[in-house]
């Protein structure tokens, strides 16, 4: 039986995790050194400084929250989902470029457990892995019983 794969293996893939927790930590370096500055002395630059941080640091926690509720889901799938097999219906690239490689998704089809057939796209992978896979392969989907359209494409996934 395959093990749930760690928070860390699974968060170091969720872009929106890293992103957000960088955008966190560059706004909170703006307020913290726009406040010291402005212990020093009062210019209107410093406080306009410390609302660019904040703003950063704002949309920072957001997008980190987005990446972490994902990450989140994913172990609950990992942990709790029905287990089932998807179809591949198609392998894209997508517009998202992290480190300057174009990821890619699987587009796949699978059957909930009232026999209805529920398309999903799988999170964004590295082109070698996606390459893995040609229309018509099967692999692992995990879904919540409750809402199908809440689901994890896990690939060869051994049953």
């Given at each position: 039986m395959n093990r749930?794969?760690?928070?860390?293996r699974l968060g170091v893939r969720q872009f929106w995790l890293l992103f957000g927790?960088?955008?966190?930590?560059?706004?909170?370096?703006?307020?913290?050194g726009a406040?010291?500055?402005?212990?020093?002395?009062?210019?209107?630059?410093l406080w306009v400084m410390a609302a660019v941080g904040a703003a950063f640091g704002g949309?920072?926690?957001?997008?980190?929250?987005?990446?972490?509720?994902?990450?989140?889901a994913m172990q609950r799938l990992y942990r709790e989902g029905i287990r089932v097999e998807g179809t591949v219906t198609a392998?894209?690239?997508?517009?998202?470029v992290i480190n300057n490689v174009r990821q890619w998704v699987v587009r796949f089809t699978f059957h909930d457990f009232t026999g209805r057939v529920q398309e999903a796209k799988s999170e964004y992978m590295p082109?070698?892995?996606a390459q893995e896979w040609k229309p018509g392969d099967t692999g692992t989907v995990r879904y919540d019983q409750r809402d199908p359209s809440i689901n994890?494409?896990?690939g060869?996934?051994?049953f």
């Open positions: 749930e794969p760690s928070f860390f927790a960088v955008w966190a930590l560059v706004g909170i370096g703006f307020v913290v406040l010291a500055a402005l212990r020093e002395k009062q210019e209107p630059g949309t920072g926690v957001f997008l980190f929250m987005k990446g972490l509720r994902r990450v989140l392998v894209e690239q997508s517009n998202m082109p070698d892995e994890l494409w896990t060869r996934e051994a």
